[in-house]
């Protein structure tokens, strides 16, 4: 939604939609909110209790069956395995997405990884269509007064301008830039402890073609999948920016990651929102 500031701080629901790469601050800033009066909807939780729920559960139980006795336990339905997500641990998520290269590394087959983010890519987009049904459940049945979206880091990479649509005329749009400094610090800390990524499948090729080229690399099994994330994440962040950028012109508006750190409470934010429509218009 565009407003002017008259109208945003007139706007009786509040309905947000918060883009920007993973270690900007979304979670932070959906944190700070009042919990009785902001409903939190987490894409990611959506993706990984509901749309990946299945396959994430059939992934665990695959490795479990390569161990005798659990194998024999699960077949005899003795135990079972069930996801204990929650909206500060996604790590069954990440998990299922994995990492490509040496399977003794734990990486996967590139038409392995290829499947996985495809599935992660039909999910995430479900779950940002689901964003107006949680709006209405939010008011409607629970009695929140506003409503928060936290997206994923890759929304912007999804390449369906029918879900920005949809999140648009739904929801206010914040994207958070981060300043050269956070970019670094970003990037450090991806490199310090690489984790799954969603990557555009053109993008993934172009970058695993230059990678093996640059490492003398004949097939994807040799590739370390660590070193593979480090190597690419640079330049994953830096190939999002102008797609963010892009989204938020289009659709919504701009706070960086220094103006958020001043940030500390629910009115210093709208605020902070109303200072980004105002320069935009």
């Known amino acids: 939604m565009k407003f002017s500031v008259k109208e945003f701080r007139e706007w009786p629901h509040k309905n947000l939609t918060l883009l920007g790469?993973?270690?900007?601050?979304?979670t932070r800033l959906s944190n700070m909110l009042p919990a009785k009066e902001w409903f939190h909807f987490s894409g990611d939780?959506?993706?990984?209790?509901?749309?990946?729920?299945?396959?994430?559960?059939?992934?665990?139980?695959?490795?479990?069956?390569?161990?005798?006795?659990?194998?024999?336990?699960?077949?005899?339905?003795?135990?079972y395995i069930e996801n204990n997500i929650t909206v500060n641990?996604?790590?069954?998520?990440?998990?299922?997405?994995?990492?490509?290269?040496?399977?003794?590394?734990?990486?996967?087959?590139?038409a392995e990884f290829k499947h996985r983010q495809d599935l992660h890519r039909e999910a995430e987009i479900d779950a940002m269509r689901d964003v107006p049904i949680f709006i209405r459940r939010a008011q409607d049945?629970?009695?929140?007064?506003?409503?928060?979206?936290?997206?994923?880091?890759?929304?912007?990479?999804?390449?369906?301008?029918?879900?920005?649509?949809?999140?648009?005329?739904?929801?206010?749009?914040?994207?958070i830039k981060a300043t050269?400094?956070?970019?670094?610090?970003?990037?450090?800390?991806?490199?310090?402890?690489?984790?799954?990524?969603?990557?555009?499948?053109?993008?993934?090729?172009?970058?695993?073609?230059?990678?093996?080229?640059?490492?003398?690399?004949?097939?994807?099994?040799?590739?370390?999948?660590?070193?593979?994330?480090?190597?690419?994440?640079?330049?994953?962040f830096y190939s999002r920016i102008p797609r963010y950028d892009a989204i938020a012109n289009k659709y919504g508006y701009t706070i960086t990651t220094e103006e958020l750190a001043q940030v500390n409470n629910e009115k210093e934010l709208l605020a902070l929102i109303e200072t980004a429509i105002a320069r935009q218009n």
């Open 45 to 79: 939780y959506r993706i990984g209790t509901h749309y990946l729920d299945e396959p994430i559960l059939d992934n665990i139980t695959e490795e479990a069956m390569q161990i005798p006795f659990l194998k024999d336990l699960l077949r005899s339905d003795s135990i």
């Open 21 to 26: 790469m993973s270690g900007v601050g979304k």
């Open 180 to 236: 050269e400094k956070n970019e670094k610090d970003i990037i450090q800390r991806a490199i310090s402890d690489p984790k799954p990524l969603y990557y555009r499948e053109a993008f993934l090729d172009e970058q695993l073609a230059n990678y093996m080229q640059e490492n003398a690399l004949e097939y994807v099994a040799l590739v370390d999948p660590d070193e593979f994330v480090r190597w690419i994440f640079p330049k994953l």
């Open 141 to 175: 049945v629970f009695d929140y007064q506003h409503f928060i979206n936290d997206a994923g880091g890759s929304v912007c990479e999804l390449d369906d301008e029918k879900t920005l649509e949809i999140l648009a005329e739904h929801t206010l749009i914040l994207y």
């Open 89 to 110: 641990n996604l790590q069954p998520v990440s998990s299922f997405l994995g990492k490509l290269g040496d399977p003794e590394k734990g990486g996967l087959s590139l």
